[in-house]
């Protein structure tokens, strides 16, 4: 290797580790200020002691976050409504993409188009026709009682179940598959879900991690407006909702980096768990970041 090319690579990982160091930096900040009593935690953070767990260290921030929300509670309602609509928008986007590559039907052009179309709308946008939706929906009625959409959690799953970008991934992805398998499927007798669910899908792995990444960030981290719109019930929040417990009376930064701390976790999780499909994905597909 010449002197110059080693150079090259050296000014590569340095750029490489300072961009690593400014996305990595705020976590690691969070989790040292989550150890720290608030006076502490103000005081180091003006130093290079924000950022080095020193001092008086203790897991006090976490047991006094539990004690004033009910956090394990706003957990399992985020994780639960992620999960649903994860495994929901899968399924639908999955085969509305299978529809639109493999199956001829007069206008899919048009549609799949108009489809892609309304993901440049924002939330806002349809946040109050949405709601005013919702709110007129009957769910269940029984002997004249009817129970809304209002404070549910299907009022926080079923909205957001596809979307646009679900739907194009999927075809993106479908676009690649040899069509000689679904051919070859449909000479054997097979009917269209028998190819989907035995062909198609057994195929689609690094698309179905890409989907399942992105609608889980999408999912878990913009449950704060439209549930602060549909819910007024405490045991249905979901975990960002939480955060507004930490602001009322006397804010505790000590405990608001210990909540964010576990907030972060289960992304965390979730991504280093799907992250080589995730990536295997962005290099077929060609989707860039």
Do not use: H
């Not at 150890?35 to 103000?42: A, E, F, T």
């Not at 179309?117 to 929906?137: D, G, Q, S």
């Amino acid at each position: 290797m010449t002197l110059e090319r080693k150079v090259q690579l050296l000014g590569r990982y340095i750029l490489l580790g300072f961009i690593a160091c400014v996305f990595i930096f705020p976590i690691i900040f969070m989790i040292v200020s989550s150890l720290k009593p608030d006076l502490q935690l103000l005081s180091d953070s003006s130093s290079i002691r924000a950022f080095i767990p020193v001092g008086d260290i203790s897991l006090d921030n976490y047991r006094e976050a539990f004690d004033r929300a009910p956090v394990a509670l706003f957990i399992f309602n985020s994780v639960f409504i992620t999960a649903t609509t994860l495994v929901l928008s899968i399924f639908f986007a999955s085969v509305a993409a299978f529809a639109f590559v493999f199956i001829d039907w007069w206008g899919k052009t048009v549609v799949l188009s108009l489809i892609i179309a309304t993901y440049i709308l924002p939330f806002e946008t349809v946040a109050v026709p949405l709601l005013l939706l919702v709110n007129n929906l009957p769910w269940l009625s029984v002997e004249g009682v009817t129970w809304g959409w209002l404070n549910s959690y299907q009022v926080q799953i079923i909205p957001w179940i596809i979307r646009a970008l679900e739907i194009f991934l999927f075809v993106q992805y479908f676009r690649d598959l040899p069509r000689e398998l679904v051919e070859s499927g449909r000479v054997e007798g097979a009917n269209w879900f028998q190819i989907y669910r035995r062909v198609v899908m057994p195929l689609s792995g690094p698309v179905i991690a890409t989907v399942a990444i992105l609608k889980f960030l999408e999912m878990y981290n913009n449950q704060f407006i439209w549930p602060i719109m549909v819910v007024q019930e405490e045991g249905l929040r979901p975990i960002m909702v939480g955060l507004l417990y930490f602001f009322q009376l006397n804010t505790a930064w000590g405990e608001i980096m210990a909540y964010l701390t576990i907030v972060t976790v289960p992304v965390l999780i979730f991504y280093l768990v799907l992250q080589r499909a995730f990536i295997a994905s962005i290099a077929s597909t060609g989707v860039k970041g």
